[in-house]
């Protein structure tokens, strides 16, 4: 059985976020937007992560302004944002009307495929999500479709077997998800349980599975492979000039691989190649502003030796560092896995890796298991992340967090519609409904931007005034 397979091209996503911190600008995008809009990819990865706060904190830069930008200079491929469940695209829990509300108008502005995820697997916290695509599908200007696509976080533990995949994905599909991710977002899964996982899940569930790598340890290529012959349908790769690396595997090796095979993409290398050209330049320009290190590009195998994520030893490495105890990194590693069984097992990726490896480098470096606790364990403890994969032993609880009361319901049942009090607060800034989400979402660095945005204009007004007076600025 053998089929062709589709492309998701990641350079306006995750690449750069993953490459050089999420710092490529619209202007550097939309010059080459027309190009990549004719490759026929199965759609083109451009919006949240962490685009959306990187727009407002860093580049001055309108995230729904860009997506409308995007939307109009690429009528004809599906767009991708990526979305982290009830954490929208920050770093907390947010209220249900302000989920269904941020879903509407990112479907409104032009985003097909939403791919949503929660750091823990907990399905609940993808649920408001999902239930928001299913009611806004019909909100879709483009006339190509919007596509509920639900996350399964690949991780590798005792309890993370192909059986619990299976499930978590036939769970998503019952829920409404049309298509299966499999996000291996630290380069976690080897070539072949990709192919024993992707055959599993083909067999389990009637819908397309989209598979999401890395390349920081090596192996993101043979995982493609091996997935392919697995029957996957669709992957993520980056151009050349942001690809590999912490990045996806790169999008031209892959189209000269399968071409002439029965998994041919059908794209035209050639022509992909003329517009990655565009992109060496964006490179050079992230490179020369320190966003993008030469150590992004490097194969950082740790990942395969101690199962987590690479950016995660690094961290536990500066923190040791700090503390004046390198001797106590052996040691520290060794607590690392013995701190997330503790803890139910989450999966290690951000926020939840740095929590495991903050309470380990304590762990040791007081001589006592849990004598001091950081708040975020804590809070993982009292169930304010979410359902864990497995239930936390009572003697590591009442160690932890002592009778405090946990929480078993979705962490978001505890939080009251907060829309409307967000507009009332933002009030003289708004300038478009979307103004509210994005307040919503990050106020602080909002208001600093709608500040901005508002000086910037009446900058603009006095100056156009001094044209009425006879005086060209030199800027125009
Ligand atoms: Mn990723």
């Given at each position: 059985?053998?089929?062709?397979?589709?492309?998701?091209e990641?350079?306006?996503?995750?690449?750069?976020?993953?490459?050089?911190?999420?710092?490529?600008?619209?202007?550097?995008?939309?010059?080459?937007a027309?190009?990549?809009?004719?490759?026929?990819?199965?759609?083109?990865?451009?919006?949240?992560?962490?685009t959306?706060?990187?727009?407002?904190?860093f580049?001055?830069?309108?995230?729904?302004?860009?997506?409308?930008?995007?939307?109009?200079?690429?009528?004809?491929?599906?767009?991708?944002?990526?979305?982290?469940?009830?954490?929208?695209?920050?770093y907390?829990?947010?209220?249900?009307?302000?989920?269904?509300?941020?879903?509407?108008?990112?479907?409104?502005?032009?985003?097909?495929?939403?791919?949503?995820?929660?750091?823990?697997?907990?399905?609940?916290?993808?649920k408001?999500?999902?239930?928001?695509?299913?009611?806004?599908k019909?909100?879709?200007?483009?006339?190509?479709?919007?596509?509920?696509?639900?996350?399964?976080c690949?991780?590798?533990?005792?309890?993370?077997?192909?059986?619990?995949?299976?499930?978590?994905?036939?769970?998503l599909?019952?829920?409404?998800?049309?298509?299966?991710?499999?996000?291996?977002?630290?380069?976690?899964?080897?070539?072949?349980?990709?192919?024993?996982?992707?055959?599993?899940?083909?067999e389990?569930?009637?819908?397309?599975?989209?598979?999401?790598?890395?390349?920081?340890?090596?192996?993101?290529?043979?995982i493609?492979?091996?997935?392919?012959?697995?029957?996957?349908?669709?992957?993520?790769?980056?151009?050349?000039?942001?690809?590999?690396g912490?990045?996806?595997?790169?999008?031209?090796?892959?189209?000269?691989?399968?071409?002439g095979?029965?998994?041919?993409?059908?794209?035209?290398?050639?022509y992909?190649?003329?517009?990655?050209?565009h992109?060496?330049?964006?490179a050079?320009?992230?490179?020369?502003?320190?966003?993008?290190?030469?150590?992004?590009?490097?194969?950082?195998?740790?990942?395969?030796?101690?199962?987590?994520?690479g950016?995660m030893?690094?961290n536990?490495?500066?923190?040791?560092?700090?503390?004046?105890?390198?001797?106590k990194?052996?040691?520290?590693?060794a607590?690392?896995p013995?701190?997330?069984?503790?803890?139910?097992?989450?999966?290690?990726?951000?926020?939840?890796?740095?929590?495991?490896?903050?309470?380990?480098?304590?762990?040791?470096?007081?001589?006592e298991?849990?004598?001091?606790?950081?708040?975020?364990?804590?809070?993982?403890?009292?169930?304010e992340?979410?359902k864990l994969?497995?239930?936390?032993?009572?003697?590591?609880?009442?160690k932890?967090?002592?009778?405090?009361?946990?929480?078993?319901?979705?962490?978001?049942?505890?939080?009251?519609?907060?829309?409307e009090k967000?507009?009332?607060?933002?009030?003289?800034?708004?300038?478009?409904?979307?103004?509210?989400?994005?307040?919503?979402?990050?106020?602080?660095?909002?208001?600093?931007?709608?500040?901005?945005?508002?000086?910037?204009?009446m900058?603009?007004?006095?100056?156009?005034?001094?044209?009425?007076n006879?005086?060209?600025?030199?800027?125009?």
């Open positions: 059985m053998t089929k062709k397979v589709q492309l998701t990641t350079i306006l996503r995750d690449a750069h976020q993953s490459q050089a911190a999420t710092r490529m600008r619209i202007d550097e995008m939309l010059p080459v027309g190009k990549l809009d004719e490759v026929g990819y199965y759609s083109i990865e451009c919006w949240g992560g962490a959306f706060d990187s727009c407002l904190r580049l001055n830069e309108d995230p729904w302004e860009r997506l409308r930008k995007l939307r109009k200079a690429m009528p004809k491929t599906k767009l991708q944002m990526l979305l982290r469940g009830q954490n929208i695209l920050g907390k829990h947010y209220a249900d009307d302000v989920v269904d509300e941020f879903v509407k108008k990112s479907i409104q502005n032009g985003i097909n495929v939403i791919r949503i995820f929660d750091a823990l697997n907990d399905t609940r916290n993808m408001a999500c999902i239930d928001a695509i299913l009611k806004y019909n909100e879709d200007k483009s006339g190509l479709g919007v596509v509920c696509e639900a996350t399964l690949y991780t590798v533990s005792e309890v993370h077997t192909r059986e619990y995949f299976v499930n978590l994905a036939k769970e599909v019952a829920m409404g998800a049309d298509v299966i991710c499999l996000k291996d977002m630290a380069n976690l899964l080897l070539p072949y349980e990709t192919y024993e996982l992707v055959k599993a899940l083909k389990a569930v009637d819908c397309p599975i989209h598979l999401h790598t890395h390349n920081t340890a090596g192996t993101g290529n043979m493609y492979i091996k997935a392919i012959e697995a029957g996957v349908d669709i992957i993520d790769t980056a151009l050349a000039p942001m690809g590999n912490t990045s996806q595997p790169a999008t031209e090796p892959i189209i000269a691989t399968l071409a095979t029965p998994y041919d993409t059908g794209l035209d290398l050639g992909v190649t003329e517009i990655a050209e992109f060496k330049g964006v050079e320009r992230l490179t020369k502003d320190g966003f993008l290190n030469k150590k992004a590009l490097q194969t950082d195998v740790k990942g395969l030796i101690y199962q987590v994520p950016g030893l690094s536990l490495m500066n923190q040791l560092k700090e503390a004046n105890a390198m001797d990194y052996d040691e520290v590693l607590e690392v013995r701190v997330r069984a503790d803890l139910g097992y989450p999966p290690l990726v951000t926020p939840s890796s740095q929590i495991v490896g903050s309470q380990a480098v304590l762990n040791v470096l007081s001589g298991r849990y004598k001091m606790v950081t708040k975020e364990v804590k809070g993982i403890v009292r169930g992340y979410g994969p497995v239930e936390i032993k009572p003697d590591i609880v009442k932890i967090i002592g009778d405090e009361e946990r929480i078993t319901c979705r962490p978001a049942d505890n939080i009251g519609p907060e829309l967000y507009r009332a607060e933002i009030k003289e800034y708004i300038e478009q409904e979307e103004d509210v989400l994005s307040y919503a979402l990050f106020p602080q660095v909002a208001l600093k931007f709608f500040k901005y945005r508002q000086a910037n204009k900058n603009l007004d006095s100056e156009i005034g001094d044209v009425a006879g005086i060209q600025p030199v800027w125009l």
